[in-house]
């Protein structure tokens, strides 16, 4: 018998944090993080990361593991969940996935298979090199010319991502996106619930509006003031992650912090429309639409709960 797995996604603000743990203490389970920037430590506010006393007691994994400095991908993280879900089980607990980094929940929730291609350094470089002489975009149009789809859905800014797609390419011949959909089709190990919370998207815009708003009153330019200081910058993996590259623009003069915060909201409506156009795609999904909810996330973790105890009798519900 497969053992279960529970993932609870969503756009980036919909309120997947305080469900996350309501669910985890009514199921009595454990959470694993798919957050690509909650795992730097030091990373507090412009990531939006879950506080000790929100946590409410439950059990977290993959959060403040990593320095800033450290590199973090899609592969460090499937081995890292993995190795939490096998302690998590044997516990006897349950393990619930909660993040909105889409490509990491498909990696861990259908065994995607990241070892049949090393990376070559002297490409990677190669690539790195052309990216900053002439430019990110540059770099997209060269992977919009082999592999359109891929272009399609890597943002021209995730250089990292980029310069792996058309790495992949020129080792294999073949397109990383033709890769990813056959990897796609593979079937869950697990006996997987996996839930993506939505809302009506201008109630989730104007949540991510005030969620900026808040980020700037904690002190958001104040934390990146602290990383810069430590000697964090804008080619790291961990300085990418929205808030953190607009704010290290407005402090390098490039901007002021009026345009910083206008990027920032705007970017990130934008990347929570492409989380939510991810999901589409993925297959296994349980909508978890508030507005059919009745607008209460009260009534959608009963939603959940009925489901888990309809399905399995295994969870404590």
Known sequence: MAHP???LTGPTAAGKTELSVNLARAVDGEIISADSMQVYRHMDIGSAKITRQEMDGVPHHLIDVLEPTEEFNVVIFQKIARKAIKEIYG???IPIVAGGTGFYIQALAYDIDF????DDPAVRREL???AKEKGAEYLHQMLKEVDPVSAEQI?????????????FY?????????????ERQKKTPYDLFYYVLNMERQALYERIDKRVDQMLDDGLVEEVKRLAAMGCTRDMVSMQGLGYKEILDYLDGQCSLSEAVYTIKRDTRHFAKRQITWFKR???????????LGGSREKVLDHILSELKLYRDMFPC
């Open 155 to 167: 943002h021209a800014n995730n250089i990292k991502r980029v310069v792996r797609a058309i790495e």
């Open 170 to 182: 020129r080792q294999t011949g073949t397109k990383i996106s033709e890769h990813n959909q056959a």
């Open 128 to 130: 790195e090199q052309t």
């Open 282 to 292: 993925e297959k296994d999904v349980r909508w978890l639409n508030l507005w059919e």
């Open 91 to 93: 516990r006897g607990r």
């Open 5 to 7: 797995l529970i993932v």
């Open 115 to 118: 070892t049949e291609n090393k």
